[in-house]
């Protein structure tokens, strides 16, 4: 690897993986609230709150496949891009009239009422997911500018970054929307850190030189049953699932982030109605959970993968994780 490519700043890289998470985060405590504001019921929140990771499952991938074609920058600034302008989209739905688009009565998702607030946020949310590759793109671009001996060390301050992210994002939420400007303090505050990311990308972030076709498939021999993959083209997906355990641990990431983005978008619902919360403790108990994640998630699970094995920490947590969902507040 070229000495110049060492030396490349991470944090320009570190700071688009904040973004990305602070963005997704930062609209937890208040959604639902909006929702509410704008006339919506639950089933809307819930559409609304899915409608980032459909969108999102779109444009990942292409946007990967655009990277390795056409540059890591290009992709990570329309990524940041498409962030900054979702904001933008998603401030105006704060301004406009709650105004009746259409409404019906339906047995089993109740009083549906569409009004154009919320039409518009439906719009900010998908131009978000459908540009939200950058993390994506960001840890194929450190692959690309690290030695092997330093990935583990530049991964863990991605990980580092995305945690925060996490952490600051729903307290930025509670806090700022508490102050005489709302909830229109928040979306503005996302928005600025997000063009900041972006002025990052253009004057902070070289190009890599190392982006095109790469990928890294570990030392496990695939299966022979899964066809040949030449050296001179990128692996097809039937490949790699041919892979040893590819397709077991995909769907046990599957389940793992089902459970987890169950409780992230219901939890607001029983928190704003059944425990009368406002968007401030909303935001301080999504702060205080992300800081819980990064302290399990690091020091504690550090110290006890060396005394157990993958396989046990992995059933272990999926059983802890699960008993937490019938965990009631009522004795």
């Known amino acids: 690897m070229a000495e110049a490519q060492k030396k490349i700043p991470i944090f320009p890289l570190m700071s688009v993986n904040f973004i990305g998470t602070l963005g997704f985060s930062i609209v937890l405590p208040f959604l639902v609230y909006l929702v509410k504001d704008f006339k919506g019921n639950a089933f809307l929140y819930g559409a609304l709150g899915a409608s980032y990771s459909v969108f999102q499952m779109i444009g990942a991938p292409i946007l990967g496949r655009l990277s390795d074609y056409y540059g890591r920058k290009k992709i990570l600034f329309i990524c940041e891009a498409g962030s900054f302008v979702s904001w933008a989209v998603f401030f105006t739905a704060l301004l406009v009239p709650v105004d009746t688009v259409f409404s019906f009565s339906s047995g089993l998702l109740g009083n549906i009422v569409v009004t154009i607030p919320l039409i518009i946020l439906f719009l900010a949310r998908a131009v978000d997911g459908i540009t939200a590759g950058d993390i994506s793109v960001a ?48 979306v503005i505050t996302a928005g600025a850190i997000s063009l900041a990311a972006l002025f990052l ?31 001179e083209k990128r692996p097809s997906f039937r490949y790699l699932m041919g892979l040893p355990n590819v397709s077991f641990l995909l769907l046990i990431y599957f389940l793992i982030y089902l459970g987890f983005n169950f409780f992230y978008t219901s939890f607001p619902l029983y928190a704003s109605e059944g425990l009368k919360w406002n968007v401030t403790k909303l935001g301080v108990f999504f702060a205080v959970l992300s800081a819980e994640m990064v ?4 020091p504690l699970l550090s110290a006890v993968s060396k005394k157990f094995s993958d396989e046990f920490l992995t059933i272990a947590g999926g059983f802890i994780l699960t008993t937490n969902f019938f965990v009631d507040d009522e004795p």
Not at 201 to 229: D, M, Q
């Open 139 to 186: 840890n194929a671009y450190l692959a690309d500018i690290t030695d092997e001996k330093d990935l583990k060390k530049n991964y863990g301050k991605m990980a580092a970054s995305a945690n925060i992210g996490f952490i600051l994002g729903p307290l930025l939420a509670g806090v700022l929307g508490a102050t005489a400007l709302g909830l229109k303090l928040p």
């Open 201 to 231: 990308i253009v004057f902070g972030l070289p190009e890599s030189t190392a982006h095109a076709h790469k990928i890294h498939l570990g030392h496990h021999k695939p299966n022979t049953n899964a066809p040949e993959s030449p050296k």
């Open 295 to 298: 302290l399990v998630q690091g």
